[in-house]
């Protein structure tokens, strides 16, 4: 095992809460989690716990993160659907 | 892209007619437009397409989530942007697909006991370790087996050793296990507690353990 995926995974042991939300919950409440986070307000963390334990819902959290920032800029809307010229100025 | 409240966008989708007509073809332009920057931005696995590829890509998967939101849109609590909650779906799309398409195969099961030992011992393969620090490092990898091998389920040793040693997508790994990503993660959840449990018990802390595990190279 390389050093990184056994590191992240004593963190994950260690994390554990005693109660965590399941991936349909943490969903649910992703969007509100992105919206706050970019509005620089209180987060919620059931979901913070749960992205820590869930690869697949951080590949979505990472992904609407992005996009919601974008959005946020007024770059989203720049493009006409012919979107190659469109230069995204979000951060990751 | 503020051009709708969230009572617009409910009210105007709700309804049929014009309004309608007009904000289902935002929408969709909307979640083209992210779903394309998405793919094109931030999946490193898919640089080495066209960009005619990805509009074709992002047409397929702005018309799949338009179809799932307006099935949806009674769930929607407010509590977000309309459009925040909308691109959950999009991104959702082009996430689980390219997960799919990224399946591995038939995982295997064989030598489950032997694939944990691997994983766990070949942490300590480092040379020219103090061998002090070698026999302790030894130790609590020993124990971290045992406690993988005598307290956790079938189940949940499958989930352990393909979600968090060897990095397969939640999605993957449930289908294999024939069950939802809900089911696999209240799994792994019951492994790590008592993992954590045991480890406890063994008056060991996170840190102790990661201060072991400084020396890597």
Redesign the interface.
Known sequence: MEAKTFRQWIGRIYATEPVEIDCDEAQMRLPAYVDNELQGGELDTAVDTHLHQCPDCLETYEGLRYVARLEQQGTLAETDGKTEEVTAVAGS | ?GSRTNDEWLHQLGNQGPQQQAALHELR??L???????M???RSDLTHLS?DTL?SMADDFAQEALVAIRANLH?F?G???F???A??FV??A??GEL?RRHYRGQLSWENLSEQERD??L??NQVKGLDPDLAIERRELLQLLLHIIQTELNEQQRQAILL???A?Y???EVASQLGTS??TL??I??DA??K??AH?LAHHL??GD??AL?EV?L
Do not use: C
Request: glycine fraction near 4%; avoid cysteine.
């Open positions: 892209m332009e909307y083209f437009r992210a779903v394309f920057l998405y094109r931005d931030q960009p509009r769930q609590r509590d977000a942007k459009t925040t909650w691109y959950r991104i959702n082009a996430a997960r994983a766990i070949s942490t979600v968090h040693f990095g997508s939640m999605q990503t809900n993660y209240k792994l959840f790590r507690k993992l954590k480890l802390s996170g353990i990661l595990f890597w």
